[in-house]
């Protein structure tokens, strides 16, 4: 089962009595900070619930899975999303 973003909105929108629109004004706006930070080095923090922060790859060497040929991948960064403990204890039930 997934839910998809029209309703994440409208389930936070029916919880918080908020119109559609304005929530979905307001994902915006925090996906845009996320992002922004996130972009700029900062680790976001939400206590209980998640944390986002950017990490570094190191340059490596990689194979070609169809020609078996190396390849020289790039040093480049990724993004790293970790539960915190309520969404934890929420997952598994306690």
Known sequence: MTMNRKELVAAVAEKSGSSQSAVNDVLDALFEVF?????????VTVPGWL?????SRA????????????????????????????????VSGK
């Open 35 to 43: 992002t922004e930070q996130v972009a700029a080095g900062e680790k």
């Open 51 to 55: 944390s986002v922060e950017r990490t």
């Open 59 to 90: 340059a490596r060497t990689g194979r070609n899975p169809q020609t078996g040929e190396s390849i020289d991948i790039p040093a480049g960064h990724s993004v790293k999303l970790s539960a915190g403990s309520k969404l934890k204890a929420a």
